[in-house]
């Protein structure tokens, strides 16, 4: 079964609880494949390229040409995951793009 790599989901505190609450609905990316989300809520806040980097390919490590990246949080983490990416998968990487109109994922796909 392929992945579907989510660079972050966005997320608010909730003031009642004090936890991360997700903003969107993951959801319908599942029919692509296992949802595994990259970092967590508060990853955009962090600075340090390299570091974010090297955070991305630890996590992709083992990322097939099958799997899928979600274009979705943070759009320099997103840039950051498709590089980790596509290191793993000799430049090929399968996006997941959000349509709002037909309120579905599309697939692009880039070598």
Not at 4 to 16: E, K, M, N, T, Y
Not at 17 to 28: A, F, G, Y
Not at 43 to 59: I, V
């Amino acid at each position: 079964m392929p992945k579907v790599f989510l660079p972050q989901v966005p997320s608010r505190i909730d003031i009642a609880t004090r936890l991360w609450v997700p903003t969107v609905d993951i959801e319908p990316a599942r029919k692509f494949g296992e949802l595994v989300t990259l970092l967590p809520p508060e990853a955009s806040r962090l600075r340090d390229s390299p570091d974010m980097l090297a955070l991305l390919r630890e996590r992709l490590e083992g990322a097939k040409e099958s799997d899928f990246l979600c274009c979705i949080g943070d759009p320099g983490l997103i840039a950051f995951a498709a590089i980790a990416m596509s290191q793993q998968t000799r430049g090929m990487v399968r996006l997941l793009k959000w349509d709002r109109h037909a309120r579905e994922y599309i697939v692009l796909r880039y070598l």
